[in-house]
């Protein structure tokens, strides 16, 4: 039987001081415990350290050595592929708009119309509108030849004439090449002359391949302006296009406080060259910084387009990229750490794991059983809620090892504990108070469902089918407000040595 000190700590087991040890194996473990995670944290920092430093003076010592392989790359490279691949995408994005213009030229309405002497001008622009309402155009147009009116799906603007300058761009696409189907070009809206707009003007022909006139579509130029903001952010990159005076018709954000390039600072010096050659690369200092440049005559806009890097953005790359390097190291050392944190993790829990579970049956030993109860103890007071002890002792287990074996004995205490935890997994703690003795904790449990719970295991135990058959003697006690820790656990020993005295294989509940 177990007797308790003043503190209603157990001091002895069957004639065995088994407490002190216990607690100075606890002692040990936690010490044991804390030089391995010292040793853990010490040797993980020095890995994750070596890792990172390799990776990084691998990075920084590949990287400036293609610092000026780079800058090269770019000034004769990449930014002419980014002229020739913005130059192909302005021409993909137009595809719309001058597929539309392609429809009107070979709609059979319009030649019909035309041929017939352009009577009821309102068919015409009841047609441009109709265009222009359907496709969400800025505007929708049709110049005769015959007659050289200008219909607009907001009316007949007005009669074009060869010698008036604003009207050239007819007579240009009028004279220009017979395989040359349509031009695209950025103009004034003659509807409106605040507006930029961006037009297709597409050849209209009889059906006997007779020049008829000009029909098409305009497009805002702020949509285009949208292409070149789509432009920088794809390639990152300065864009903007010029006229053949230099003049900067259209940009994007972030554009420099210039409207020629003859005023730019340093890119004064290329102006000549720009503006006389189909495609230029260079480079020019401004603000102190150092540019790269390309130039592209396009043909359908009569403008030039210019693309723009700064000497810096190279730096960029270089530092993005060691970044990209480092973090990858540091993925790897996280990986190889985190591998050797498993490695030390399972040493570790062993080591908590011989203070905390018993090693033969895994149920919980007892130093942490006591600070369990203690707490449900302080819990059950606080809050007015039930608690229930039991003792359970199985009987004449001496015998078994005797006769059996402690090898058999050791399969039929963790045959009992299974049963155990089977039936008090969600409601209670179990614990190998020492022996074949165990004791379990059942919170917010009264008496009676604590008797029945306990009378359940103790009868799966009597009927267990595997040899030797045993059987348990329990006594089952609810704890008392103001009962001591000392107090508890003697009315749970006494009520478990009267269920032997009765005849063992039984469940007694005592209560106050």
């Known amino acids: 039987m177990d007797y308790f000190d003043s503190l209603g700590k157990v001091i002895r087991i069957d004639g065995c001081a088994l407490s002190p040890q216990t607690l100075e194996q606890g002692d040990a473990v936690s010490s044991a415990s804390r030089t391995l995670i010292m040793t853990r944290k010490k040797f993980s920092w020095i890995l994750v350290s070596l890792i990172i430093f390799g990776f990084f003076v691998t990075s920084l010592v590949s990287y400036k050595v293609a610092h000026d392989t780079l800058e090269e790359q770019i000034n004769k490279d990449s930014l002419p592929l980014t002229s020739d691949n913005i130059y192909s995408e302005i021409q993909q994005d137009l595809i719309r ?122 497009l805002s130029s702020d949509a285009v302006s949208a292409l070149v903001e789509k432009y920088q952010k794809r390639y990152n990159r300065h864009i903007y296009f010029i006229n053949e005076l230099g003049e900067v018709t259209l940009h994007g954000s972030n554009h420099p406080d210039f409207t020629r390039i003859q005023e730019r600072e340093g890119l004064k010096t290329l102006s000549t060259q720009i503006l006389t050659s189909p495609s230029v690369s260079g480079s020019y200092y401004a603000d102190g910084q150092k540019n790269y440049l390309n130039s592209r005559w396009v043909e359908e806009f009569q403008w030039y387009i210019i693309v723009e890097q700064k000497d810096e953005f190279n730096q960029d790359i270089w530092f993005k990229a060691m970044l990209g390097n480092l973090a990858i190291s540091a993925l790897v050392a996280i990986a190889v750490l985190g591998l050797a944190q498993m490695s030390f993790r399972g040493y570790q829990k062993r080591l908590e794991d011989m203070a905390v579970r018993d090693k033969l049956t895994g149920a919980y030993s007892r130093q942490v059983f006591e600070e369990l109860v203690e707490e449900a103890i302080s819990n059950a007071t606080k809050e007015l809620h039930p608690l229930s002890l039991a003792v359970i002792d199985l009987d004449h287990f001496k015998q078994v090892n005797d006769n059996y074996g402690h090898p058999v004995g050791d399969l039929v205490l963790q045959r009992v504990v299974g049963i155990c935890q089977r039936h008090i997994e969600q409601v209670g703690t179990l614990c190998r108070w020492g022996g074949e003795e165990f004791v379990v904790l059942l919170p917010d449990m009264p008496l009676q469902e604590a008797y029945q719970r306990m009378e359940q295991i103790r009868h799966d135990i009597a009927v267990m089918s595997s040899k030797p058959q045993v059987t348990v003697s329990i006594g089952v006690v609810e704890y008392s407000p103001n009962e001591s820790l000392l107090q508890l656990f003697n009315r749970a020993d006494q009520a478990m040595y009267t269920a032997k005295n009765e005849g063992r294989n039984k469940v007694v509940g005592l209560s106050l």
């Open 97 to 218: 708009p001058i597929f539309i213009s392609s429809l009107m030229a070979q709609d059979t309405f319009v030649r019909d119309w035309t041929l017939a002497g352009e009577q009821e001008p309102e068919r015409i622009i009841r047609y441009l509108s109709e265009i222009q309402r359907q496709y969400q155009t800025m505007s929708s147009f049709y110049i005769s030849d015959r007659t050289h009116n200008y219909y607009h799906y907001s009316g007949t603007l007005k009669t074009i004439s060869e010698s008036n300058p604003n009207d050239a761009w007819f007579f240009r696409v009028k004279n220009s090449a017979p395989d040359k189907h349509f031009e695209v070009n950025i103009d004034v809206d003659t509807a409106n002359s605040h507006q930029t707009v961006v037009f297709v003007n597409y050849k209209v022909f009889d059906f006997e391949n007779r020049f008829l006139g000009v029909i098409g579509v305009g």
